[in-house]
């Protein structure tokens, strides 16, 4: 098993920036990719970006790409989503998961999650 807990999230306005973090424990996978995903009320949770354990590689969705980060910290077993200029249609609940099966953005490849820190970014 794997466990994910986020933090950081938080009321910020439009502009403004904020560092989400997601630290893992348990058993955890070389070939581990840590992903971002959100939703918003009324709307499916969507990719945000994604790392692998080496290299590492990322990927963005094209929504966030030039304004969000992600990075990780392998000897903390931490991932970090550091988003900058940040818009109101950027809020939502923002969550980390966990997967074996490569960079993915689908959300159904991923099997661990955490519990989800709320973003909201007002105008």
């Known amino acids: 098993q794997v466990q994910l807990v986020e933090s950081g999230g938080g009321l910020v306005q439009a502009g403004g920036s904020l560092r989400l973090s997601c630290a893992a424990s348990?058993?955890?996978?070389?070939?581990?990719?840590t992903g971002w995903f959100r939703q918003a009320p009324g709307k499916e949770r969507e990719f945000v970006a994604g790392i692998t354990w080496s290299a590492p590689i990322t990927n963005y969705a094209d929504s966030v790409k030039g304004r969000f980060t992600i990075s990780r910290d392998n000897a903390k077993n931490t991932v970090y989503l550091q988003m900058n200029s940040l818009k109101p249609e950027d809020t939502a609940v923002y969550y980390c998961a966990a997967t074996n099966r490569g960079l993915t953005t689908i959300v159904a490849a991923y099997d661990y999650w955490g519990q989800g820190t709320q973003v909201t970014v007002s105008s």
């Open positions: 348990g058993r955890t996978f070389t070939r581990d990719v």
